[in-house]
């Protein structure tokens, strides 16, 4: 994806996230167990504001938030924020340097992408705890967040900081995963304290297959599915081994 259609998907689904947050603030967010919506507004802001520092500052400030973001109501940081982001994203070029979590890509375009992808997600959240409809995930951000998940979440973590999978992955078997959406695929592996990605239906048959709309398979990997049945998704395989890589996801993005 562009750069620019980042921003887009950013813009769009900031403003969808802004209008639905405003509507029940006490609302239980059965996606993010614990969480009201209140807290979920103010977590997209103080990411937001987080992000912020990282590209002007170049550091990734810790411990965050602030204790003074406290005093602040939900929907101010978020526009606190918001506001904050835009502005850094308007003068600067995607390839400035950022301070970024992710080793391979310290730049200002990690952050574009980054905060597309979490930005569509917290609206689905939002969402699905107002009981609005979820609108549509455009099928080339879907496709990218599947992309940026089991790549950028999943791999890179694995390889950085196996300690955290020790639980998951010791003891694994090993397994092959082949997630399709739409018209794009990705080759998972893993095994003990071990998982990669790599693009297409790769060879040799899968242990897993996940197929479905880029939307539906976005959706179903960052349990967002919600609580509407059929979520448009076929999984056909083991389900331990389901359960692995599901395991494996809800680790890295923690």
Not at 54 to 60: M, Q, S, Y
Not at 224 to 249: F, N, Q, S, W
Request: with cysteine; net charge negative.
């Amino acid at each position: 994806m562009e750069f620019t259609r980042f921003l887009d998907c950013l813009a769009a689904d900031h403003d969808r996230l802004r209008a639905v947050v405003e509507t029940d603030a006490d609302a239980p967010v059965p996606t993010c167990p614990g969480w009201t919506v209140a807290d979920l507004t103010r977590h997209v802001g103080e990411v937001y504001l987080h992000k912020s520092v990282a590209i002007r500052e170049g550091v990734e400030r810790e411990p965050w938030p602030p204790e003074e973001f406290a005093e602040e109501e939900p929907t101010a940081l978020l526009d606190r924020g918001y506001a904050a982001l835009r502005a850094d994203f308007a003068v600067r070029a995607p390839a400035d340097p950022a301070a970024t979590w992710y080793g391979p890509d310290q730049s200002v375009g990690f952050w574009m992408r980054r905060m597309a992808q979490e930005t569509v997600v917290h609206r689905i959240d939002a969402e699905l705890a107002t009981g609005r409809p979820v609108a549509p995930v455009p099928a080339d951000l879907a496709v990218d967040g599947i992309d940026e998940l089991l790549k950028v979440f999943a791999a890179y973590s694995v390889a950085e900081w196996g300690d955290y999978f020790t639980d998951v992955l010791a003891g694994s078997p090993g397994h092959t995963f082949l997630v399709r959406a739409g018209d794009s695929a990705w080759r998972v592996r893993t095994g003990p304290g071990e998982l990669t990605v790599t693009d297409g239906d790769g060879d040799g048959p899968a242990d897993v297959t996940f197929s479905g709309t880029p939307e539906a398979v976005l959706r179903r990997l960052w349990n967002r599915e919600g609580t509407g049945g059929d979520d448009g998704v076929t999984v056909e395989g083991a389900p331990e081994a389901v359960e692995e890589l599901r395991r494996c996801i809800v680790v890295a993005t923690e």
